[in-house]
Structure formats: structure tokens, C-alpha cells
């Protein structure tokens, strides 16, 4: 009993301990790295943009047909995202064993399908992002406003994986030519 | 103790004047400040649920950080009274060492979803469930003594399986049936692991536990795939052709645990459990290969394998388990003639021949029970188990 006080019992306690701290520590290096872009969205569901306290939203990406966007873990496309960031300028599909190589098109950052995405493998069509449940009303209003486009900021990380950061709106322009104008 | 019973047994002259003071003495002396302890109980749940909602109302004005510091200091905190709280025994050592390590291992599952909140990050449930497992384990098996860490640990084991296998079938379309056989006897493995360690261990009665819990979800899980093996054909996996060779992989791989379990426990309990499993397997293929969706044919398989448990119940002299038996038997048996019936209970003979069979059948379950249930004398402390 006493070689197990000593011995056992301290492992085990610190082991949970240093785990999640080492887990913490990854998931604070993750979110630091990769870049962020900001990505107009449109609802995609109007009697249920808000539930609890995350917004689901589809990712309107510009210059792509949502048809074409890959929804496969084992798709050899991806989405190609062209401009400085986080001002996207053009996103095309491109296959994966082109831009894995070095003649791939001069992408500042390549999105791919995250097979771990709480939206299962539809991550780069759809989303969800968290919000402070006291600003959730505000959300909704702004959400269901047609005058209004909702814009996400979002890291790509090293792996090309999508993390919604951030919501905000700006006043939606005439028509999609005139979006760069309007900033 | 109460008062009344006693004045209740001295009237009836069932004992003495001098009897019943010795036994107020007794329990005089044994008895614990309940009200005392409920109260202090109590107040620290207030305590407890002050803070929560106060941190609960500053959510979202205390950064990120800051609340994930205070998380990990929380438990570190914990881990480190339990450290302190080892050596001693009694209500200190045993039952709140326990309570602690179970608020330690749940504030370390929250940890991840708090995570995940602060850094916007996702991940399919079963990664977190099985970093949980393999941080947690190794403290609550070699820690835990009671009946809550027996069943979280349980609970987090089945709930990682099941999180992955649910996550792994949207993956592909069509998990092979190696995957299926080997997810589903996660209670086996943990049934087994109970068994060794028991063997070894000083916690026996703990060791006792996991095994009697890991054997129940078991008896659970076999007993609800025989009622979906009902409800359609192909059963709980939808394709015939698969639950077959499921069925035939567990077969296999029950057997086999159930030969391991006879060589390693030969006592009654062992053998009694060994006979479950056996069961378990055989009924299970039967049901799967027959693809019978008929009333009377799916009411028999489900009635043969607790027919089995109830044949373990008394060969291993389990008095609640067998009652318990009796009770489901006679209740899929009074489900079965509502079924026969049920194109005559739109009419109001049938109704009638229905409710008389549920009442012969509870009356005749009754008797059967009374009659050859195992003595009290017999009974374990508390339902199946493994071991003696």
C-alpha cells in the first residue's frame, strides 16, 4: 500500500493532469498557426439559423457553384484560395495532387474536407461558429436582415482544415460585382 | 431505528423489556449525526451551485483563458486532495476520496469541451471520450472503491464505443463486420479485465463491481438487439447477410471469453457467467441466421437467453436476479399474446383473452418465483457477480 501511495497513485493523478495540459498546449499552437481569410455566408437554414449557442451558416464562396465544392474526406480536389489575406480575391477547385506539387497555381492558402468537422464531411460547405448568448438575439436579427451580409473570418491551418473565428455583417452590395467596392 | 417497531415487537412479546434497552443502547451508540451531515451536505451543494451560476452568469465576460486556468487549478486542486485524502480510512478515505475522484474525472471530460469553446475548435465526439479513457483510467481503476466510479467508468468506456462506431458507420457507408463484433464486446473485454484484476487485486469488492456492471450492459445490449432482431429483418444492422457474419464473429469471440472465464474463475459465479455469454452467442447467431420477424418465433430466442440467466441465477444461488427473470419472462410472454391477439383486439373478445393470459401469467410467474427462487440465505449482496 505504501509503494502504491508513493509510487502508483502520484502517476496516475499527474497523468491526466500533464495530458490535458499538453493537449491545452497544442491547441493553443494550432490556433496561432495557418491563415485567416474572411468568407461571406449565408444562412442556410431560416427558421433555424440560432441553436443554443452557435450560428449555422453555408459558406458562400465566391466564384465556386456549391455543387462543385467537395464534400468527400477522400476527394482529390480542394478549394484554392487566391489574394492577401484576409481579403479573398478568387477561390477555385483544384486537385490535390496539383497543389501538393510544386507547379500547383500560386494559392495563398488551400481549404480541404476536415474528416473531424462537427458538420461531418460537408466542413468547407457548411459551418457552425459560437456565440455570447446575450448577443444571440442580435445575431438573429442581423442574420434574417436581407440588407446585410454576414462575413466569417476564418483560419486555414498548415493541414488546409477551416476554423470559424469570428461573425460580423457589413451592408450587402447590389450585386456581387460590386462586393470589392463596397469594403 | 425506529421506536415504533420495537414498542410494536415488546407488545407482541416477541422480546423483553431488557432486549429492546440493549438494542436502543446499541443503536445509540452506532448512530451516526445524519441530520448533522445533511445539513453540512446541503450547504455545500448551495456553495456549490452559487458558484456555478455566479461563473455561469460572467461567462462570456471572463476570458478564455482565465477560465481554462481556473478549470486545470480546480482539478489539480482535487487530485491533490485526493493524494492527501489516500491513506486514511473510513469516511474521508473511502466516500469522499470517491466523490472526489468522480468530480475530478467529470471536470476533466468538461475540460475538453471548454476547450473546444474557447479555441472554436471541433472534433468528433469519440477523440475526446477515448483521450478521456486513456487519461482517466489508470486513476479510477487503481483508485476507485465504489459503485460511482465503477459505472463511470463503465459509461465512458461503452460511451466511447459507441461514439465511435456511430461516428465510424458515417465514414463508410459499410463498417466490415470484424469492426461491429469487436465494438459490440467492449463489455466482455472490460468483464474480463474485471475478472484478472480481481485476482489480484486488494479492491476486490470494487473489481466485483465493474464486473457486475460491464455483465449487465452486456445481458442489455444482447437483450435489445433480440427485440430489434423483431422488429425487421437484418435486424439491428439493417442487412441480413451482415448480421449474420456479426453474429458468427461474436459467437466466436464470446465463446472464447466465456472458456477464458471458466478456466481462470472456476467457481460458481464463474461458471454461471460463462454459461450467459455461451448463451448470448448461440441465441444471438440462432436469431440472426433465422431472420425471424414472427411474434412467436422472436418471443422464444428472447426467452431462451434469459431462460439461460435464470438458470445462472440459481445455480450460482442470485435471489434478485432470478425474481427479475421470472418478471421479464412473464412480461414478454403477456407482450407475446398481445401480439398473437392483436387482430382480435379490435374486437372485444380478444381484449378480454388478452387481459385473462396477462393474469394468469403474472399469478403463475408469482408462484414460480416463490417456489424455486434461490434461498435468501444463498443470496449475494447485491445481484450478479462475479467471483466469491
Redesign the interface.
Known sequence: MNRYRRFFLPLALLLPLVGLGLIWLQTERESHQGSEWDVPIAGYDPRDLLRGHYVQFRYDWPGVTENDIPTWYGSQTGLCITGKAPRIEKVEIVDRAEYDQSSAPACAATARVNPWSEEGEDGLVRDRIYVPQEAARDYETQLANPELQGIVRVRINNSGFLTPLSLRFRPRPDDIGDRDETE | MSDRKLNKWLDAGLIDAETAQRIRQYEADRSRPVGLWSLIGLGALAIGLGIISVVAANW?DIPGMVR?TIH?LL??GI?AA??WL??RKGFLGLYVKDVLLFV??VL?AT??GH?G?V??????LW?PLA?WL???S??LL??GRGWLISVLWIVGLLGTGIAHMSWYA??TSDPPSIYIAAISSLPIYALLAAIFAKQIS?RQDFWKQVGQIALASFVAGVTFKLIADGLSRGGLYGSEGQAGNIAALQLGLWSAAALLIYIVNRTTAGISMAAILVAAAVISFVSSIAQSTEPLGNAIMFMAFWAAIGWSAIYSGWRIIFQLVVAIIALRLIILSFELASDLLSSGMGLILAGMITIAIAVIAYRFSKAFAPGRAAVEPIGSGDGQ
Open positions: 462570456d481554462l486545470g482539478m489539480a487530485a485526493i493524494f489516500q491513506p475530478l474525472a476533466g475540460f475538453f476547450l469553446q479555441y472554436q475548435t471541433s472534433a468528433p477523440q483521450t486513456l487519461l482517466f489508470p486513476l487503481l483508485g458515417q465514414q486488494t
